[in-house]
């Protein structure tokens, strides 16, 4: 679907303003509208799928990444310090999580994790603010499949020195993601299930 301003044409009212609850209402009607097409499609971890998901196409949407801030900001734990992910997907995650804690007198850091190392300057994987040693990061993600994207940037943090347990996700596909963070002794929620999206899906289309 092409980007309109008329999308969901009240939500840049709701996005900043309502309550969390109609807030995810609106964000699951987005992922629907912009990001969910049925197909035949190769994923990034080479598994075949009857759909596919484009999460850029809403956390890159004004009002999309407004709610993408607001709903993931209270899944963090408060003793977390900053939140991450891997580049590029989780990219506008992290920074809209980041500014619109700022707004809620909760300011975090946001840290982009490379997928290789930086061919020039300090080498480094880790792009954003250095925090001190052991500070507590939480890795974000658009969509979870088999999970190991994210598993990647866990441990490229931890082998910084951060501690991470956690990862937050948009959408669980629900395909072996949550039982992989498991085995490694990480904490997973996603905002969403696929099921949820192919659910509002069939009502909208109807």
Not at 9 to 25: G, K, V, W, Y
Not at 86 to 98: E, K, M, N, Q
Not at 119 to 142: F, Q, R, S, W
Not at 178 to 187: F, K, R
């Amino acid at each position: 679907m092409t980007y309109s301003t008329e999308t969901l044409s009240h939500s840049n009212i709701l996005a900043a303003t309502t309550d969390l609850t109609t807030l995810r209402q609106c964000l699951l009607d987005l992922f629907c509208q912009l990001a969910y097409q049925e197909g035949d499609f190769v994923l990034s971890s080479g598994q075949r799928s009857s759909y596919y998901i484009n999460g850029k196409q809403v956390t890159l949407h004004p009002q999309g990444a407004v709610a993408v801030g607001r709903l993931l900001l209270p899944l963090l734990p408060v003793d977390t310090q900053a939140v991450a992910g891997l580049t590029l997907g989780a990219d506008p995650i992290v920074s809209a999580v980041s500014v619109v804690s700022v707004y809620e007198n909760r300011p975090l850091p946001a840290l982009i994790i490379r997928k290789e190392t930086k061919g020039h300057g300090t080498m480094a994987y880790i792009e954003g603010p250095t925090l001190p040693e052991g500070a507590k990061v939480v890795v974000l993600e658009d969509v979870v499949t088999t999970g190991k994207s994210a598993l990647k940037a866990v441990e490229r943090l931890q082998a910084a020195g951060y501690t991470v347990d956690r990862v937050i996700s948009l959408i669980d596909r629900l395909q072996g993601g949550a039982e992989l963070y498991q085995s490694v002794g990480l904490h997973f929620e996603a905002l969403f299930k696929i099921t949820d999206l192919q659910k509002r899906y069939r009502e909208l289309t109807l």
